[in-house]
């Protein structure tokens, strides 16, 4: 079956403060990865996308239906993530996510503290501050030590938990949880609540409640 790949391109104005206001425009539909791909390249190399806007990523996404053996019909699509200089970041899709075996501080490129930037669905980038790191390695061997006792036999943590706690906003109970690849250092100045989110750290720390927890 013939693939239909909408590349997408997520920019915003170069000169905004943050929340930064988000924009997008599909270039074009391409029957592979490799012709999407070489179309980045191309608009990189031969025109600004567009006067005083600044590309923040690039987005390849497909759906399609495929048959099974028995018959059935089965919905498949995904997306791809590049960062705005066409660096390849991430795949998301809809496959069965695998074992996590989790990560150490020093395989982390973020740590707690950190100011970061991140895309919310609303529309628009998001900053940050990074409350809590990935699972570790013994917290997921924990995890897991405890299920074997309870005779629950899972992959469970998994892929999908394998993202940080990122503090943002003014009100105590937003948070995102989100993969390495979709956080970027910040690009713009910095907003006023960057002190209160801050003192939300502090107090969390504190109260030694941050540590990130497997979605259930």
Known sequence: MRKNYILTCLYHSRDATYPLDMHKENVNRFSTIVDAEEEIRRLLLTFDFKINMEVFRWELSWDFKTTCSRGSKIF???????NAKGEFLYTEDNAEPTAFSGRT??????QVGEVVQFYICGGHIEVGIVASLPLSPARVL???????RKGIR??????TDDTYVILYGVEEEKHSHEPEALLSPVSSSLPQEMEALEKRL????ANS??????AI
Request: charged share 30%; proline share 8%.
């Open 76 to 82: 498949n699509w995904g997306r791809r993530y590049y």
């Open 142 to 148: 924990e995890i897991r030590a405890n299920l074997n």
């Open 154 to 159: 899972s992959v469970w943590p998994d892929t």
């Open 209 to 214: 409640s941050i540590e990130a927890q497997p």
């Open 105 to 110: 501080p020093q395989d982390c490129r973020f």
């Open 202 to 205: 502090k107090k969390l720390a």
